[in-house]
């Protein structure tokens, strides 16, 4: 990365970051273009570059003769700015609620994704989620903190993949694909769950049976326990007024 586009994406960061926060609210102009470029030390083209970053994330609006103008990121956002929103929110009681959503809507995406894999799986669609909770039951073994969540996620993957549905797809996408950043960039955040492994061998089992109730509830019970302990952790870290990608989690049964 050359330097004039690492300058940029600091910019853009720091824009952000003060977007998110509220230091810069929905429909206020930021300075002049020659102002603000002065301002981080750089040139327009450089400057413009971070702005075209921000519009891309619906943050700012430009318009000819008007500058740029603060968007209302909670109107117009995506769950593209969920992570560094985590970041940076002020208010905690609104952070903790947009979490505890995206936890309930992952729960919604597995229950429907079980009910279209019990519905349409074929034998090799099941023979691949078996193999990845073999490969997920071997990282466990290993202790591996990284490999086993990105195990999880690789099961996941090949659950949505079973349902053959692209609409399934394109839902569970969206959601999971914020999990995997959030966990990636939060891995403390991640709570390892002891009876996961047993949930997965039940309702792979359950899914060879195509037996949807079964598969569904098995589901819906591991996710509500699940999400109901993350919630005490996420809640607790909330309180701190920051996110920290390096401060322990205080509650989850670790595997290393």
């Known amino acids: 990365m050359n330097a004039r586009i ?19 609210v929905a429909g206020e102009r930021l300075p002049a273009e020659r102002e603000l470029a002065a301002s981080f030390d750089t040139n327009r083209n450089t400057l413009r570059e971070a702005i075209r970053m921000l519009e891309a994330d619906d943050l700012v609006s430009v318009r ?24 940076h929110a002020a208010n905690d009681q609104e952070r903790s609620r947009v979490l505890e959503d995206l936890l309930r809507a992952r729960a919604q995406v ?3 994704a079980m009910v279209r894999a019990a519905e349409r799986a074929t034998d090799a669609d099941l023979d691949l989620l078996e193999s990845r909770v073999r490969v997920f039951l071997a990282q466990v073994e290993a202790r591996d903190r990284e490999q086993i969540w990105q195990a999880e996620l690789a099961w996941i993957d090949a659950l949505v993949g079973a349902g053959h549905s692209l609409g399934m797809r394109w839902s569970a ?16 955040l ?14 792979t089992a359950a899914l060879r049976a195509r037996n949807t109730a079964d598969a569904v509830g098995l589901t819906r019970r591991f996710y509500e ?32």
């Not at 968007?71 to 956002?77: E, K, P, V």
């Open 6 to 24: 690492s300058l940029a994406q600091r910019i853009y960061e720091t824009l952000r970051a003060e977007i998110l926060s509220d230091a810069l």
């Open 225 to 256: 326990e699940s999400d109901t302990h993350l919630m005490v952790t996420l809640r607790q870290i909330v309180a701190a007024a920051r996110l920290d990608p390096t401060e322990p989690h205080p509650h989850g049964d670790d595997p290393t």
């Open 173 to 188: 996408n969206a959601v999971l694909n914020v999990y995997r950043e959030l966990t990636a960039s939060f891995p403390n």
């Open 64 to 87: 000819q003769g008007q500058g740029v103008t603060v968007c209302d990121f909670r109107l117009g956002g995506s769950l593209r700015i969920l992570a560094p929103y985590l970041v």
């Open 190 to 203: 991640w709570v390892f769950q002891s009876n996961f492994s047993t949930y997965l061998n039940q309702v």
């Open 110 to 112: 597995m229950e429907t």
